[in-house]
Structure formats: C-alpha cells, structure tokens
C-alpha cells in the first residue's frame, strides 16, 4: 500500500512512454569552437589563477581541447546511444556548445561569467522550467553554481531536478584535511544539504544529478566529528531528515568500469541520486554508464567522463507524449 501511495505523486501521464530517462554527464570544458577561438588569445599560463568571475581558458585546454567538427560529432553519437529524455550536464560554456552534442533539445544553464557552467539539456516536448541558479553552492562564484530544473512545473507530476559540480581536489578524503581543497568542499555540503531538505519538507519528489567529485559508495561513516566538525558528504545528505531525504544512490550494487580502456579511474564520481518517491519509481536494473570506443577514446577529444542514467518509470498505463 505504501508502495501505491508514493507512485500516486507520480501520475501515469507523467512520462513519455511511461518512463523518463534521466542522465548526468560531465563534457570536460566543453566549448564552442568559435567561442574558444577567441578565448585562446587571452588564455591563461599554467599556474596562473585567474580572477573568480573572469572569462578564461586555462592555456593547456585551450590547446588540448581545441575540438574539431569530428570530435563533435563523436560527442553527439554517443548522446544519441545515450536517448536520454534529462541530461545534468558539467564543464559546458552553454547552449551554443551544448547544440552540438544534443541538437533538438532544449536548454537551462548557470550564467556564471566562467566558462564552466552546469545545467541540463531537455528533450523537446517535455514541459520544464529553468529555476534559479543556486549561487550559495559556488562560494561567490569561486566554484560551480548549481544549475536547476523544473520537469511539469505548476503539475501534481511535478519534479525538481538539480545539476551539480562539487571542487575537486578533496577525494575521498575527510573534510578536516588542511588542504585547501577539502576546505571549500566541506562548505558546500550545507548549502548542497539545504537545498535537498528544502524540497524534501515540501514533500516534492526531486533529484540531485552531477560531479560531486567524491566516491559516495566508499563515502560511509559518520557525517560530523564529536565537536561538530564536517567529515563527510553522503551520511550528511542522506539523513532521511526529513522523510523524503532518505536518498538512494542509484550507483549503488552497481560495478564499476572505466570510460574507456586507457583510463585508470577506480570508481564513480558522477551519481543520480533520487528522493524517497521518486525511488519507489527506480526501474530495477536501469542504470547504465555508456562507455566510449577504444579507437575513439585515442583519436577523439571526447571527455574524462562518460554519462550515466536511469529510468524513472509512471505506474501503468502511462500515455506516450508527443
């Protein structure tokens, strides 16, 4: 009955051909070719740091990642063997550059000055609303804002979505490490929490999709320290305070494989993490990493991620939208 209960939030019009597949992937500095062009000019030196709200390439990527025609084009094929309906995309200047990998589908993005936005590519026909940039997530646009998205705005069926980019740099480590990085990270976490705990006391499904820059299957323990201090992000999210932020990490039994085969990565850093509701609507055995050809991972400027996906699916009798 409880089962029944929560699929009810979800109604059976919900989803074209009575599932939703949502992704998330991170397209590595993800550029224009005109765009980046013009960037190269005022690139910025190795060990240099540019100021917070510049407009800047590092110089290694502005050569590195000079992508062609060809490479777009690599790119699109695998969005298009990905079909997903959402996409949380990462490390994308913006619509312009998102076009070339996902022609036809709509578009909301950050509008950080920098050139790594996050945001989410929409299938055309589904309805949707950009909501407000999460700007606290960026630390004064320090960092990555978060980016999100409202799915059937204003409708019982509605779902809010959430595309993340958390710093880099920390790991697996513990929050009270002194490096730097691990600093910024911790003071993210709140913000990230507050968020969550937002729509979960509203009592309105949603999902936090993106980079978190941190192995949340290895990430277990305690959230905080016995004074208080933030140690971890998973156990700090996943409380189950309130009820609908009891999360599921729908990475979660799954194995780990590489995005391609001259990769040396040892788990995920990009998760799909559902609310309590939309969990019960998880299509078992669903997820799914698409994985780039060897003979394109050498020759293609593709991306040191790779998406991955699931399926969200109506309860029975779900009508196709056009």
């Known amino acids: 009955m409880r089962f029944i209960l929560l699929l009810a939030l979800l109604p059976a019009s919900a989803f074209a051909g009575g599932e939703l597949k949502l992704a998330t992937w991170n397209l590595e500095w993800l550029i224009a070719p005109a765009e980046l062009q013009a960037l190269r000019a005022s690139c910025t030196p190795q060990g240099v740091r540019p100021p917070a709200k510049a407009r800047s390439v590092p110089c290694d990527v502005a050569s590195r990642l000079n992508r062609s025609r060809a490479d777009f084009d690599a790119l699109a094929r695998y969005a298009r063997l990905l079909d997903a309906d959402v996409i949380a995309l990462q490390e994308v200047d913006g619509a ?22 996050t945001g989410f590519a929409i299938r055309a026909g589904i309805p949707y609303r950009c909501g407000k940039d999460q700007k606290a997530l960026s630390l004064g646009d320090s960092v990555r804002r978060g980016a999100e998205l409202v799915l059937y705005p204003g409708e019982p069926r509605e779902i809010r979505l959430l595309s993340v980019h958390l710093k880099s740099g920390c790991g697996n480590r513990l929050f009270t490490d002194r490096r730097k990085e691990c600093t910024i990270a911790a003071r993210q976490v709140p913000i990230l929490e507050d968020w969550i705990d937002e729509g979960a006391a509203a009592g309105r499904p949603f999902a936090v ?63 799909v993490l559902l609310s309590r509701t939309l969990a019960q609507a998880l299509v078992p055995g669903s997820f799914d990493r698409v994985v780039y050809r060897t003979e394109d991972a050498v020759k293609r400027r593709l991306s040191d991620h790779c998406p991955v996906s699931v399926r969200i699916r ?6 196709k939208l056009d």
């Open 96 to 117: 312009s550059a998102a076009s070339l990998v996902f022609p036809g589908y709509r578009f909301c993005f950050t509008g950080r000055r920098h050139v790594q936005n």
């Open 314 to 319: 109506s309860p029975a009798g779900a009508k």
């Open 209 to 271: 999709l993106g980079d978190f820059n941190r192995n949340l299957q290895r990430d277990g323990g305690a959230a905080r320290s016995e004074s208080g201090a933030q140690l971890r992000l998973w156990p700090e999210i996943d409380d189950g305070d309130p009820p609908e932020a009891d999360l599921t990490n729908t990475a979660e039994g799954n194995r780990f494989v590489n995005c391609a085969m001259n990769q040396t990565f040892s788990g995920f850093i990009d998760f």
